[in-house]
Nanobody, 119 residues
């Protein structure tokens, strides 16, 4: 069964950093696009960023561009979300996601990890 397991969430003060990890259960994810979404209380789930595993090409939403970085480690089958200069508005549950390159929507979702940024 395909699984995405996130880790690395927690609490940090404004301006701090956190790194989230997403371990994929299958090597086949190397042909996928991996991404991160987040959902804050009372708000819609929103796209944070993505990485095409095969090429390393990344894409970010405007609110996080320049502060967040997505990378992957082939040996560990893991994708990372490095979050710097965190703001209270970054507080949310963060989800790791994956989809085949040809898929229209993300097909696999992790369980989510909480990130809390205090002012």
């Amino acid at each position: 069964q395909v699984q995405l397991v996130e880790s690395g969430g927690g609490s940090v003060q404004t301006g701090g950093s956190l790194r989230l990890s997403c371990a994929a259960s299958e090597r086949s994810f190397r042909t996928y696009i991996m991404g991160w979404f987040r959902q804050a209380p009372g708000k819609e789930r929103e796209f944070v960023g993505s990485i095409t595993w095969s090429t390393g090409i990344t894409d970010y939403s405007e609110p996080v561009k320049g502060r967040f970085t997505i990378s992957r480690d082939n040996a560990k089958n893991t994708v990372y979300l490095q979050m710097n200069s965190l703001k209270p508005e970054d507080t949310a549950v963060y989800y790791c996601v994956a989809k085949r390159v040809v898929a229209l929507q993300y097909e696999y979702w992790g369980q989510g990890t909480q990130v809390t940024v205090s002012s």
